[in-house]
């Protein structure tokens, strides 16, 4: 056997894996992984395929679990450690369920990760503002850069981030040289050190979806674990948004499950930024498969190019982040590169350049789309 298909072999094999370390037959440090992975492989086995209280759903979430590659069951293992408590499912019940997705190792981290945050919202006494931080900084690497990590509730970083893209947009007209992620690594900087007076031009303001039947609940007080997605790519819950963030959102836009778009709210701009808005609305994520870059961060592509007699219309009109618009097969008639953007009935999807079947985004996110809402 070659040693591709080995490897082939073991994308599918990584609960077989885990109970031959636990064998004690194998020592996971003889595989040639660094030692952390080596480490983590021991736990996971110890944990698989170790003793429990729970035997049953230990064999149960081990039967759901084979097929899976070891990475993706390290991805789920790191959720379920951060599984509330006070969650209203056990540890082990979230892996049997966690250990049943299929997909690609980052669309089961995603979800996984969507999953336990569903479970941890709805806990008692949840609240995730005790575990920000700020970390790092301490290294210099062989370039002589030092890297920082900074953890934030996640409206708090999408409201950091609409404040530093505001910085950065000026930057970057001052001087076009400047790549999109030196000038918010300028723009962090300038700011931390108060060298540029913050929020000196009001960020964007997020842009709901709501389908209509969630929407006429929530008014009457009923939809109160309603989760709704909102364009910087996080949810948040109709508690929530009641009582901290209806005040602070400039745009609401309620679509018909069946009539489709009814109307933009508190809408007072021209009509171009409407249509910006509705594409917005129509996708939360970048449609392209595996894309994880917001709404609010992407750019307007034209589905039918401008060049090619395309027209400024919300038809015509999709979200697309920088790197996607810039590498879309604008010309359906050249041969396929990279693959493009189309609109189909449903919404938008992405047909891949193997001229395989259209695909679409699997983000989390991307499923409280308006579109997906609708269908
Ligand atoms: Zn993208």
């Not at 509330?84 to 979800?111: P, Q, Y």
């Not at 999408?158 to 000026?170: E, G, I, N, R, W």
């Not at 931390?192 to 960020?203: D, F, K, M, Q």
Request: proline share 6%; net charge neutral.
């Amino acid at each position: 056997m070659r040693a591709a298909e080995m490897i082939c072999t073991l994308a599918t094999q990584g609960m077989e894996l885990l109970e031959d370390i636990a064998s004690g037959e194998f020592r996971s440090g003889d595989f040639g992984q660094t030692s952390s992975v080596a480490g983590s492989w021991e736990r996971l086995a110890a944990v698989y395929f170790g003793a429990t209280r729970q035997r049953k759903l230990q064999a149960a979430a081990v039967a759901a679990g084979r097929g899976l590659p070891v990475a993706a069951i390290e991805k789920i293992e790191r959720h379920v450690r951060r599984l509330s408590r006070n969650a209203a499912i056990s540890a082990w019940e979230m892996r049997v369920e966690l250990c049943a997705l299929r997909g690609t190792v980052d669309d089961i981290d995603r979800e996984a990760a969507a999953r336990v945050l569903a479970h941890n919202r709805q806990a008692p006494g949840s609240d995730n503002r005790g575990l920000r931080a700020f970390r790092g900084g301490k290294n210099t690497d062989a370039q002589g850069l030092s890297t920082a990590t900074l953890t934030l509730p996640a409206r708090d970083m999408a409201t950091y981030k609409a404040h530093l893209k505001v910085t950065a947009d000026a930057l970057r007209a001052a001087d076009p040289t400047l790549s999109w992620e030196q000038a918010m690594a300028d723009a962090a900087y300038q700011h931390g050190i108060g060298g540029i007076r913050a929020g000196a031009v009001p960020p964007p303001t997020p842009f709901a979806v709501v389908p209509a039947p969630d929407y006429a609940s929530y008014w009457r007080g009923e939809g109160g674990d309603t989760v709704f997605g909102l364009n910087d790519g996080t949810t948040i819950t109709g508690r929530d948004w009641v009582t901290q963030e209806l005040a602070s959102i400039g745009h609401v836009g309620i679509f018909h499950p069946v009539d489709g778009p009814i109307d933009l709210y508190r809408e007072n701009r021209f009509a171009n930024e409407k249509q910006r808005l509705l594409a917005m609305a129509e996708n939360l994520i970048c449609p392209v498969p595996g894309c994880t870059t917001a709404a609010s961060e992407c750019q307007i592509h034209h589905l039918t190019a401008w060049e090619a007699g395309g027209e400024t219309n919300s038809a015509n009109l999709s979200v697309a982040c920088r790197v996607h618009n810039g590498r879309n097969d604008d010309d359906p008639a050249a041969p396929p590169r990279n693959g493009r953007l189309v609109r189909e009935p449903g919404g938008i999807v992405f047909h891949p350049p193997d001229g395989g079947p259209p695909r679409t985004n699997k983000h989390p996110v991307q499923a409280l789309s308006a579109m997906a809402l609708l269908s």
